[in-house]
């Protein structure tokens, strides 16, 4: 079976209820207004449709400003821009599926993880056999997108053995990867699990193989380091969210269990 990810749990919980609650609003960029920096080729995360600004993470941020008496501002940019533009505190906070590291932490500040995923691969069931493994990726390309944790797990895979080649595909453009798997011109596409499995789900014969291991990927909503009152003010939202089940409705509504 499957790992497909972890959510705040208890010890979350704990972390995130002593955050104290400030007596003063939040500081934002602009008062009232919650800028929050992503990019929306990300399903199921944010993206578009039918012209409309959707996803996982919208209605999480949404709901989060609601509860800091904060209008929601998206402001649409690129994931290859958005880690420094964050820096330069162009948005009060980031968000887009963003795997905290190491390296992250030390030029932003970061919430609790308010999930904890996978890196999954999927390949084509039309070529691959239902008995394969990742043990099978030997000799495969597996596609990645550029700049991501996904890139840095392929490369290590790449460097053991474990598969063949790495494709690098930009940011936005996971489609040219779906479909260079579907041709047949790579073997998989390697993605945290709610992209990856929205990816299997809306392409036919598209399935899920295994997922990386020992590779967990906490994601989390990202801070100026000067704004630790802000963050504060988030991690506690996220723990009274977890606490009233409110989080949990926007798991199943996005079918992320």
């Known amino acids: 079976m499957l790992r497909r990810r972890g959510f705040i749990g208890q010890s979350g919980v704990a972390m995130l209820a002593s955050a104290a609650r400030a007596d003063q609003p939040p500081r934002t ?35 989060i400003s609601l509860r800091l008496d904060l209008r929601a501002n998206f402001i649409d940019t690129r994931w290859q821009l958005l880690l420094n533009e964050m820096q330069q505190s162009r948005y009060d906070c980031a968000i887009g599926g963003i795997t905290i590291t190491p390296r992250r932490q030390q030029i932003l500040g970061w919430s609790v993880p308010y999930m ?12 691959t056999p239902a008995t394969a493994t990742l043990a099978d990726l030997k000799m495969a390309t597996v596609g990645v997108q550029a700049a991501t944790t996904d890139y840095d797990a392929a490369v290590a895979m790449k460097r053991s053995g474990r598969i063949g ?18 041709a047949g011109r790579i073997g998989a596409v390697m993605k945290v699990y709610p992209v990856a499995s929205w990816l299997a789900r809306t392409t036919p014969g598209l399935r899920i193989l295994g997922q990386v291991p020992d590779d967990p990927q906490p994601l989390g909503i990202g801070f100026n380091l000067k704004n630790a009152q802000l963050l504060a003010a988030v991690n506690h939202v ?20």
């Open 29 to 63: 960029l602009k008062p009232g207004v919650l800028r929050i920096g992503t990019y929306f080729v990300n399903p199921p995360f944010e993206f578009v449709s039918n012209h409309k600004r959707v996803g996982f993470e919208v209605d999480l941020m949404r709901e």
């Open 116 to 127: 904890t995923t996978t890196l999954s691969l999927v390949v084509d069931g039309r070529r």
């Open 165 to 182: 080649k790495v494709a690098v595909y930009p940011f936005a453009r996971i489609a040219d990867a779906i479909s260079d798997l579907v």
């Open 238 to 257: 996220l723990g009274d969210m977890r606490a009233d089940g409110s989080y949990d409705g926007l798991v199943r509504r996005w079918h992320l269990a």
